[in-house]
């Protein structure tokens, strides 16, 4: 899970007199003090480097592409997620809500990183300078909930099911980067989606209005799934690399498990056709929804209107 | 308090041991009796503190979906979480004083209870981050620390891990104004302008003038307070004026000038009347903070139903199982 817990522990003022922290502010908080980075210690953790060579007969812009398509699915749902500070049905699911976004951010900075690295820029100039064509994510990360909590418990119970998949297989990814952010990534998505089949449950077999609401979310997010599923070009050239891996064969796994909850909720696997491509373009190609677009010109705005600063 | 086990015993000997485990700076736990009003203040007070992290989860969370830097964003994201998680330790705390969260939240909404009136300012720029950081949680640093002492043990306790993250949180605001002084001219003016208009309100968090601070002197009595408003406020100012010269920055008084007498700043009068606007309701952001605050707690009344209904139907189905055929 998040990585700030023990930073805080590791780093917190233990005077009794607390005014002493307070005096001594400017004399410990450097700039360059690596205590003050969030999510960026997996790597190291891991032994993985960012600057690590790309691995044999990999195309190196084929990699910074699946950087991308990883990164961006946890960004752009990390940020979906933490429109929910603050309007949680409960303190506790603020805080696990906060926490998965803390998460994927945490996940998404290194594949970010690592992208950079192979085409130039930083984790910034990817999140805050690219337009919406350049993001690789999938439909699933980009929807809004509108603050519908059945909304996002279906949306964490399908992209933790299919991610924690992913990372599962790709633990063993020739890119070590890739590997070490799946070996942190696991044990992360393994609770995400712990917490979202609980809710579904609750939900599923709570009231009959819990019912109906977590019925209607999972209907409509169902046109969703079908996405996740499929291969796009850098990936199949990658998963001859052994980097990455071909999601059309994380389906059987995922669907067993969303069945599985579906059915102890006592709620109905939706029938939806999953929507449709433009000339067989989706989110992997750079083909978005209307509200990714949204999104970003939230998160985006502060930063492009200084450009070039350092915060 | 240690020996209360006589709950038979006459009021007055019960007050007796009261009075002596706080005359001797020992804690009162959950279990000991304890004056009906002191149990009235440490709930108000505590329910003041929890609504307060709750609260202000809103003007830090306004920037979460627009923070300029991917780590600045995991900074402020995990420092909210840790306000939802200090609410949580708070109402714990209060809850062992015999009152339940559902309770207090909906006095929250009716606004029968307050919370800290610093979060009734809006944030209107990023550097609004790190002087809340800075100034907002230094002050709320100077207010709490004496509480970790605080004469009722659940509080107490609390207040000792809370302490910790809002210390680290501090350091956090801080980092980002040195990085925003530090640099370009835009930044710098974007954090003169925020202090500017934090630097006042920040000096009314500790409260009215002492000699207009009606319940100060029994709670300094109880050992619920430890230092009087005028006090903190001195502390603050003065370890404040190095800070703002560490970042190049102007603290908007012009009557702050150091006295050599007494060795600490003088500084100019707060404006008492927008304190009293504000604390009545109407300050800037007020109406705003408690119809958020309503809507996300009416919006999660369906969810919180569900959650009960389910808990009901797995207790039920235990039972079940447990009769034998």
Redo the contacts between chains.
């Keep these: 899970m ?1 990585v ?1 817990h023990t930073e ?1 522990e590791g ?4 005077d ?4 002493n ?3 001594s ?2 004399e ?2 450097g ?1 360059d003090d690596p205590r ?5 210690g997996i790597v190291e953790e891991a032994g993985a480097e960012i600057t690590s060579p790309v691995p044999d007969g990999v195309d190196p812009a084929d990699l910074a592409a699946y950087c991308l398509m990883l990164g961006d699915d946890a ?1 752009v749902y990390s ?1 979906r997620l ?2 929910w ?11 696990a809500l ?2 998965t ?2 998460d994927l ?2 996940q ?2 290194v594949l ?1 990183a690592r992208s950079a690295h192979l085409t130039g820029g930083d ?2 100039s990817l ?2 300078l690219r337009t919406d064509a350049q993001f690789r994510n999938v439909g699933l990360a980009e929807l809004s909930d509108d ?1 519908d ?1 059945a909304r996002a418990v279906g949306r964490m119970l399908i992209f933790s099911t299919w991610r924690l998949a992913l990372l599962d297989r790709l633990v063993g990814s020739a890119d070590p980067v890739i590997a070490a952010v799946a070996a942190k990534g696991v044990k992360e998505l393994t609770y995400h989606r712990d917490y979202a089949a609980r809710w579904t ?3 599923g ?3 009959d ?2 019912h109906a ?1 977590m019925q209607a979310a999972l209907d409509a997010l169902w046109p969703y799934v079908g996405e996740l599923f499929r291969t796009s070009d850098e990936e199949r050239r990658l998963v001859e690399a052994g980097v990455a891996v071909d999601p059309a064969l994380t389906r059987e796994e995922v669907d067993a498990v969303l069945d599985q909850v579906i059915t102890k909720a006592t709620l109905t696997r939706p029938d939806k056709p999953a929507i449709g491509t433009i000339g067989g373009r989706s989110g992997r190609q750079g083909v978005h929804t209307e509200h990714l677009g949204h999104a970003l010109a ?2 985006q ?3 492009r209107q ?1 450009p070039g ?3 | 308090m240690t020996v209360t086990e006589d709950r038979t015993g006459p009021e007055l000997d019960l007050e007796a041991g009261f009075d002596r485990t706080i005359g001797a700076d020992q804690r009162v736990e959950p279990r000991d009796w304890m004056p009906e009003a002191y149990r009235k203040t440490l709930i108000r007070q505590i329910a003041q503190h929890a609504h307060s992290e ?1 609260i202000g ?2 003007p830090e ?1 306004n920037w ?12 402020l ?2 420092k ?3 306000e ?2 200090h ?2 330790y708070l ?1 714990a705390a209060a809850e062992t004083l015999g009152v339940d ?1 559902e309770e207090l939240t909906e006095k929250l909404i009716s606004s029968k209870q307050k919370y800290s009136s610093i979060f009734n300012y809006p944030t209107l720029s ?1 550097a609004d981050i790190g002087v809340i950081g ?1 100034l907002v949680d ?1 002050a709320a ?2 207010n ?2 004496p509480l ?1 002492r605080c004469s009722y043990g659940p509080y107490a306790r609390a207040m000792v891990r809370i ?3 809002e ?2 949180h ?3 605001g ?3 104004l ?3 002084v ?3 001219d ?2 710098k003016a974007m954090v003169q302008e925020s202090v500017d208009r934090w630097w006042w309100p920040s000096l009314m968090m500790f409260g009215p003038p002492d000699d207009d601070s009606p319940n100060s002197a029994q709670s300094m009595a109880w050992g619920i307070k430890r230092h009087t408003n005028d006090e903190l406020r001195q ?1 603050f100012v003065d ?1 404040s004026v ?2 703002a010269a ?1 970042l190049g920055v102007t603290l908007p008084d012009p009557e702050l000038v150091w006295n050599e007498d007494r060795k600490s700043h003088d500084y100019g009068e707060p404006d008492w009347a927008e304190f009293k606007a504000v604390i009545a309701g109407s300050g800037p952001a007020n109406a705003q903070r408690v119809a ?2 309503r ?2 707690h009416e ?13 009901d ?1 797995q207790a039920a189905r235990a039972r079940e199982q447990e009769v034998p055929a």
């Excluded at chain 2, 919006?299 to 808990?311: I, K, L, M, S």
Aim: glycine share 6%.
């Design positions: 998040n700030h805080v780093h917190a003022v233990t009794t007199d607390g005014t922290a307070y005096q502010l400017s410990t908080t700039h003050w980075a969030f999510g960026t960004l940020h933490s429109e500070v603050s309007n949680a049905p409960e303190l506790e699911e603020e805080v906060a926490n976004a803390l951010l945490g998404a900075r970010l984790e910034d999140a805050f603050l909590f449950l609750r939900l077999d709570g009231t209005e819990s609401r939230e998160m705005s502060l930063a200084h600063t350092t915060w | 709750i989860m809103q969370g979460i979906l627009r923070a300029p830097s991917l780590r600045r964003k995991a900074i994201l995990a909210v979480q840790d939802a998680g609410g949580m109402y969260r990023y800075w230094g640093i100077c709490q620390v970790c302490c910790k993250e210390s680290f501090q350091r956090q801080f980092e980002l040195l990085a925003m530090n640099g370009t835009a930044q502390r370890m190095p800070q560490a958020h605050r809507r996300a919006n999660g009344a369906w969810v919180r139903e569900a959650a009960q209904a389910y808990a139907k």
